[in-house]
């Protein structure tokens, strides 16, 4: 296997990591602050972005949530940044960071909390000269986001303060609806109290360096994209596979399932940096533009193009595991697929007639997100010695694009082997992000958060392609709740999903690429 040679100068790093992009001082407010999200992600994210000198010097953060927990939540929150964030526990910098992170305890759905909260963030504009600038973020259960937002629009905290440079903005977490009408009807509600220039559904894909890189690699190199169409590609395939189940959130789950879980948003993210046109500008308007074209032009997608999924018992990593059915607070008898794959078509010049298969399931072999572009074979094999007899064996190029882990990007062609006859073998050019520019600690919550305090929403999804992207699932999902699957569960845990799946790829002649 060969691999790329990757010189990256210094400078280029240390560019990159401080072009001037620090926001205006501010205070995030945080709803849903001692739930799982914050600890883990959310103020691991806002620490190493403090760390980076990314923030403003006047910047404080107020965690929101029910219970009083002022004694524990300093502590808490350490806690979270050193497991989630990868810090030393004695790190000198953490008590420092947390002396500007404060606590309210309030009840998102008793309007009397409000009036509360709104003087709370006046006394810290006082002490930490925050001079009025609010990032909100519902990092909260979904049934609460019109509450949240309709009570802050009522106390009039949607609103910035006089100044030109003043703010108001909200994060507003997945899952953004239910299906079409309740994505429109939320999208309604938000937009009575916040301006669409005001809203940043975030979606954490998109703050993925890799998915950012789908961008770059296509846009900025000149040799993809003449072969980036129909006449040279012959399928896509993207996996979204995790290895872990669904972690106690069962009575979420019960409600999402794969599709609307990591279908719906991520991978439809990932399908629209994969297949859109080259924007105009990287800018927000240019790429949602072209992100909206890709979702709408997508053939309906027929049931018979679906596979639903849901993992039994199995081995994982070598360790038992339990089926879905008996996770806790799950239905014995569920419904729920913890697997769905799609077989996609794009019905534009550069994609007719390209078949894009998805799938994206919980409890499978292993934990890989990657994207595999197939290219066409050539017209007519001159060397006969392949892999197989006639070399019919030499398998198809391959771009195959890692989002994680082991993040990087690999060519695979053929190869003459050395030796008196032309015989061929299949070789990879590897490109490894961490050999190239060394790991990284960032959880894609960094940029995101960083982009929502400077007012960029390139990288989070808007209503229109929130719209589209239920436009396309929610017909999928009334033809499954009206057709009960009778063999669930149909996959063992710690496989690569059900029979059906690879079915629906054999009926073409393809077989899901092994990763
Ligand atoms: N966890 C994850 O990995 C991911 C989560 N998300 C999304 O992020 C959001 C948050 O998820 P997560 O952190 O897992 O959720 P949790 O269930 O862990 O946390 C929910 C939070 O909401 C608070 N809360 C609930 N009800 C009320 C109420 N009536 N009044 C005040 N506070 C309340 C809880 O406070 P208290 O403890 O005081 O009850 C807690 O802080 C969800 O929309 C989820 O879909 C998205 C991607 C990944
Ligand atoms: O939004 C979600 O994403 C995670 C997968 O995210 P990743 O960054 O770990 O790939 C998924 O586990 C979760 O169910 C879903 O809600």
Redesign the pocket.
Known sequence: MATTQVNVSPAALERSQHLDRRPDPCVVVI???????????LLPALYHLEQSGFLPEDFAVL?????D?SATFADDMKDGIVKGGGVETNDPNLDPFMERVQYF??????EG?YAGLKKKLEDMDAQFNTKGNRLFY?????E??SDIVGFLGKHGMNKPGAGEKHWVRTV????FGHDLESARALSDEVNKVFDESQIFR?D?YLGKETVQNILVFRFANGIFEPVWNRNYIDHVEITAAESIGI?G?GP?YEQ?GALR?VVQNHVMEVLSFIAMEAPSGFDADAVRTEKVKVWRSIKPIHPADTVRGQYGPGLVDGKAVVGYRQEDRVHPRSQTETYAALRVEIDNWRWAGVPIYIRAGKRMAKRVTEITIQFKQPPLMLFKDGEGKGGEGIKPNVISMRIQPDEGIALRFAAKVPGPNMSMSSVNMNFSYADAFGASSANGYERLLLDAMLGDGTLFAHRDGVEATWALMTPILQAWAKDPVKDFPNYAAGTWGPVMADAMLKADGRKWRKL
């Open positions: 709803f849903g602050a001692s739930g799982d999200l914050t600890k883990r992600k965690g929101v949530a029910r219970r927990l305890a309030m009840n998102f759905d008793d909390g519902l990092s909260v259960a979904p609460y986001f507003i977490e997945k899952p975030i954490h972690e959130r979420f999402a879980d």
